[in-house]
């Protein structure tokens, strides 16, 4: 499978004299979806922050589809969609609105775009709030606008940063068998989120970040096996890894 996402030897943070972020190696192949776990602080948001090319890296390399975003800022911007943890909309555009602007920001074709737009506000029971302008949606309705606008655009990489906040359990629902079938059509995804109870079946692999350092990754099996070296109880969940690496060895 070919490498969407490539990051090697990151550091960096928010001013120039202190790194957040140190050394950081990940691969992200076509089909795959990560999950980027880790303590508030850990520095989850911050390398989000890096690979969408919002904050200059100190030192390392992050390509998409093998290109910088020195390289081509256009391509490599359009290579990703991005859902953030708290959703950013134009106040004055309805929700057709936006997703037709997303449609014609990715080049999605008229006739797709129906299709598609018609399926996704169906499935995340936002077809009655079509013409309802963003400014008058509750907090999960503006958190789906988002999600819809990136399942709409198909991108190559899906990054998004702790998506269930706010979404009602229908709506975590619709995210996470969308998710699964985008990544089946062959994008990758980056996930940051605290609700390991769910992540834990959908990643194919995790990462674990503490204080800006990977200290955990692999698959389930993998997290599980590495972090019971830290730990004398059983520990047969990612919450229990993730206690057991990030609360003084305590499962
Ligand atoms: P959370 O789970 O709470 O969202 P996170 O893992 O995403 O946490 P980051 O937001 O990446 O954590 O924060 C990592 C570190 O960077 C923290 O020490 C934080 O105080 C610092 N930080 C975050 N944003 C800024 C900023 N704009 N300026 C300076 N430091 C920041």
């Known amino acids: 499978m070919k490498t969407v996402l490539h990051v090697e030897q990151l550091s960096g943070g928010y001013s120039p004299k202190r790194a957040i972020i140190h050394d950081l190696n990940m691969d992200i192949k076509e089909g795959e979806m990560i999950g980027l ?28 589809n093998g290109t910088t975003l020195e390289e081509d800022v256009e391509l490599y911007r359009s290579s990703y969609t991005y859902v953030p943890e708290t959703p950013i909309l134009f106040d004055e555009l309805t929700v057709e609105e936006h997703l037709r602007l997303t449609a014609m920001a990715y080049g999605v074709p008229q006739e797709q775009f129906s299709q598609r737009a018609e ?21 999960g309705m503006k958190q789906k606008v988002m ?5 709409l655009a198909k991108p190559s990489l899906f990054i998004i940063d702790e998506p269930f906040l706010g979404l009602d359990p229908l709506g975590i629902r619709s995210l996470l068998e969308d998710l699964v079938e985008v990544k089946h059509a062959g994008s990758a995804i980056l996930m940051s989120s605290h609700i390991l109870s769910t992540v834990e079946h959908y990643c194919d692999r995790f990462m674990m970040l503490d204080q800006g350092r990977i200290v955990a990754q692999g698959t389930l099996q993998d997290m599980l096996q590495q972090a019971s070296q830290h730990s004398q109880q059983n520990v047969t969940t990612l919450e229990d890894a993730f206690y057991a690496m990030l609360n003084g060895g305590e499962a």
């Open 147 to 151: 999600i819809m606008s990136a399942l």
């Open 119 to 139: 399926q996704l506000l169906e499935r995340f029971h936002m077809t009655k709030k079509r013409k309802a302008i963003s400014a008058h949606l509750s907090k």
């Open 37 to 64: 776990i880790g303590v508030n602080g850990a520095g989850k948001s911050t390398t989000i922050k890096h690979i969408l090319g919002l904050m200059t890296p100190h030192r390392g390399v992050v390509t998409i």
